[in-house]
């Protein structure tokens, strides 16, 4: 069964970093599209990051430069790498495979599969 698990959400004070981790099992790992959303208290679910099966990336405009989305084949981990952070970044950040890409980042459609989430809090 196709399962994703995140790991490395915590506290840290603006301007430090995180890496966020998502282990994939089952067949959640060799969907064509694999990405990062998150979702603050009272906001939509947004797309952060994506990275597709030829390993090219998408990334929000207020992300861009300070996060960086791989992932490690060998693995079948996905990470987000998280720099300089802002207190706008704290969300509960969520991975997710999708055999389908909607725009920019992966669907969101029922083939989706998520993992539970991991929480990003980011102080000033």
């Known amino acids: 069964q196709a399962q994703l698990v995140e790991s490395g959400g915590g506290s840290v004070q603006a301007g430090g970093s995180l890496r966020l981790s998502c282990q994939a099992s089952g067949h959640s790992y060799s969907r064509y599209c694999m990405g990062w959303f998150r979702q603050a208290p009272g906001k939509e679910r947004e797309g952060v990051a994506t990275?597709?099966?030829?390993?090219?990336?998408t990334y929000a405009d207020s992300v861009k430069v300070r996060f960086t989305i791989s992932r490690d084949n060998a693995k079948k981990i996905l990470y987000l790498q998280m720099n300089s952070l802002k207190p706008e970044d704290t969300a509960m950040y969520y991975c997710?495979?999708?055999?389908?890409?909607?725009?920019?980042?992966?669907?969101?459609?029922?083939?989706?599969?998520w993992g539970q989430g991991t929480q990003v809090t980011v102080s000033s």
């Open positions: 997710a495979t999708s055999p389908f890409r909607s725009g920019a980042y992966c669907s969101t459609g029922q083939r989706t599969t």
């Open positions: 990275i597709v099966s030829d390993g090219r990336t």
